[in-house]
């Protein structure tokens, strides 16, 4: 039963060329649903249903993401904003999935969320705070409170988000600054550690679904 929702880009020209990849049998890559940067969108596997998206990584402990998962490819080359009628077309269809499978919107992900290092999709243009607003995701405000901490601080607050701890430092928060952060650079700040903190508070993993 689905109980995350990953968000890709499809790092492709069209939404016609990302179609066929996603239904030719030998690229052995699907997704449940791809929206066009037009709005149009496609239902490619049904909901209850396996699909072969979201590869080697983990969310809040679980590995097989793909059994467990929704995947959404928006149609997106990774160097351009997403377009507001994609915008939209998700934020139609976003509702009615997290309704059916009883999804909190914390758990509507990156696909480089679960892999990072990995993967880099959806990427920095990928506005998040928008979805959040529209209750289709999370948003941290930052703790005042927040120590200064440090890797290690850091990447406890992250596991308790949901982020797999079985990756390098820096490509850890090279993935949270993707999403919540995508104008930072340089080593750890502590910003990032506010963040996550708050992160850790209001939004901490529920560890028994990794196991139902």
């Known amino acids: ?17 990302a179609l066929e990849r996603l239904c030719d049998p030998e690229a052995e890559v699907s997704c449940h649903y791809l929206i066009g940067r037009d709005g149009r969108c ?5 909901e209850a249903e396996r699909a072969w998206h979201a590869g080697a990584g983990s969310w809040g402990g679980r590995d097989d993401v793909n059994s467990h998962s929704i995947g959404i490819e928006l149609d997106n080359r990774g160097a351009e904003p997403f377009s507001e009628r994609l915008m939209t077309a998700l934020e139609r269809i976003l509702p009615g999935i997290l309704a059916r499978w009883d999804i909190p919107p ?26 959040a607003l529209c209750g289709l995701s999370c948003w941290p405000c930052g ?70």
Request: charged content about 25%.
């Open 42 to 46: 496609w239902h490619l596997v049904e």
């Open 106 to 131: 914390c758990r509507v992900i990156a696909h480089s969320d679960m892999a990072p290092g990995r993967k880099s999709d959806p990427g920095p243009r990928f506005d998040w705070r928008r979805l």
């Open 1 to 17: 039963m689905p109980d995350l929702v990953v968000l890709h880009f499809t790092a492709m020209d069209t939404a016609e060329a």
């Open 143 to 212: 703790a005042d409170d927040a120590t200064a901490g440090g890797p290690t601080a850091f990447t406890a607050h992250l596991e308790a988000f949901g982020y797999p701890t079985n990756v390098p430092h820096d490509a850890l928060l090279l993935a949270f600054r993707s999403r919540f952060r995508p104008w930072a650079a340089g080593p750890l700040e502590q910003a990032d550690m506010a963040l996550a903190t708050d992160l850790a508070r209001r939004f901490p993993i529920d560890r028994g679904r990794a196991t139902a």
